[in-house]
């Protein structure tokens, strides 16, 4: 069972000089990735995309627009917000050799590692659009302010308390 919100599938032997995309999520598939990535609405969502053989793979390179149905973090009001990304993966269908365990942060992220011979373009625009949303997002104006704090009574006060009461 998939359980991506959505799919647009290409085979990667239909990508000999390289494919150009145009994607539209339709009402229902943008309901299904609204629930998917926990927001309130996503009321459109298109993404351009090039998938392109390189040396060692494909690379897919696009943009994704979308505007999106937030609820705020502090309000707990829906809101709507204007997303645009751009994004890049490098695409293998080979493993790459495992490393010795040093992580490097400087060095390029490895390519993803296709299965099944397949380039599922839509699912990689949710994964970008996934990656671009605020995880802590507020309404325009909306300031949290924090409670006053209670003053802590001191010991003496506390014991004064317990000596009032017996007497």
């Known amino acids: 069972m998939n359980r991506q919100p959505w799919t ?18 339709e009402a229902g598939v943008r309901e299904r990735i609204a629930r998917h990535l926990g927001l309130e609405g996503l009321d459109a969502l298109t993404a351009q995309a090039s998938v392109k053989p390189t040396r060692d793979g494909w690379r897919l390179t696009g943009s994704l627009d979308a505007h999106v149905i937030y609820r705020c973090g ?55 659009l996934s990656l671009a949303l605020d995880p802590w997002p507020r309404k325009p104006g909306v300031e949290f302010e924090a409670p006053e704090p209670e003053a802590e009574p001191s010991p003496f006060a506390v014991l004064a308390k317990l000596k009032s009461k017996d007497g």
């Open 8 to 25: 647009y599938p290409v085979p990667v032997g239909q990508i000999r000089d390289g494919l150009d995309l145009t994607l539209e999520a």
């Open 74 to 128: 502090v309000s707990l009001e829906p809101f709507p917000a204007e997303i645009s990304e751009a994004f890049e993966v490098n695409l293998t269908e080979t493993p790459p050799e495992p490393t010795d365990g040093d992580f490097d942060p400087e060095a390029p992220e490895p390519p993803d590692v296709i299965e099944s011979g397949v380039i599922d373009v839509a699912a990689y625009v949710v994964e970008q």
